[in-house]
């Protein structure tokens, strides 16, 4: 059973399209998030969302944005793609917003052509 | 501003040496510090979890050190294996919210035959 799933794994698209990434954890945790791990393989944080509450990584543009459905999605959607969003993405969950051990999933690899 | 500075960035050893990873970190007040595994291709996945209070703390061939004081932390990997080839990450938490984790950019070993 996959705790933590992400769709696709793969993405791959032209400059200007919106896109989105779905995610979902089975795990009954309370806190979900996004990373962006970037060509030097660098962990970031964009969002955390939590019993409806999100915050968010001042750097992260507003062209990025997350949608929460329920407990057990966190969406990611994208709008405007540029050259610079290429990276891989990471959802992850963990029980709670106290620090956890976060599970992760997969990952998608977004390029932007 | 919390850091996170581990070392070396890459490793390559043979397979059945052992090697040792070391992290130094600022962040301040301390909780836990967890070290994460990454296997290419995949999202990290916890292997070990250091309270304020732990020096060692062992996972089959993984051991885990930490000193408080100093602020540091090592990962040793004991008779090492080509499954162990991964990039491995150190993250230090302060005891806030998750949002405030801050994730080093890891260590990329390499075991070869």
């Known amino acids: 059973d996959t705790a933590v799933s992400q769709t696709p794994k793969y993405l791959v698209t032209q400059m200007g399209n919106d896109k989105s990434i779905k995610c979902e954890q089975n795990?009954?945790?309370?806190?979900m998030y996004w990373y962006k791990q970037d060509s030097k393989k660098f962990l970031k944080i964009m969002f955390s969302y939590n019993n409806k509450e999100l915050i968010i990584n001042e750097t992260v543009p507003n062209r990025f944005s997350p949608k929460s459905p329920d407990k057990a999605h966190l969406n990611l959607h994208i709008n405007s793609l540029e050259l610079g969003d290429s990276a891989v993405y990471f959802c992850?969950?963990?029980?709670?917003?106290?620090?956890?051990?976060?599970?992760f999933g997969p990952g998608t690899r977004l390029t932007v052509l | 501003k919390n850091q996170v500075e581990q070392s070396p960035q890459s490793l390559i050893i043979l397979e059945g040496k052992n090697c040792t990873l070391q992290?130094?970190?600022?962040?301040?007040?301390?909780?836990?510090l967890r070290w994460y595994k990454q296997d290419t291709g995949r999202g990290p996945v916890s292997l070990t979890i250091m309270t304020f209070s732990e020096n060692t703390k062992s996972n089959g061939r993984y051991t885990a050190t930490l000193d408080a004081d100093t602020k540091q932390s090592s990962l040793h990997i004991t008779a090492s294996q080509l499954s162990d080839s991964a990039s491995y990450i150190c993250v230090p938490h302060s005891g806030a919210g998750s949002y405030q984790l801050t994730f080093g950019k890891g260590t990329k070993l390499s075991v070869i035959p």
């Open positions: 992290c130094n970190y600022t962040v301040s007040p301390f909780s836990n």
């Open positions: 795990l009954g945790h309370d806190t």
């Open positions: 992850a969950s963990s029980q709670s917003d106290r620090g956890g051990e976060q599970f």
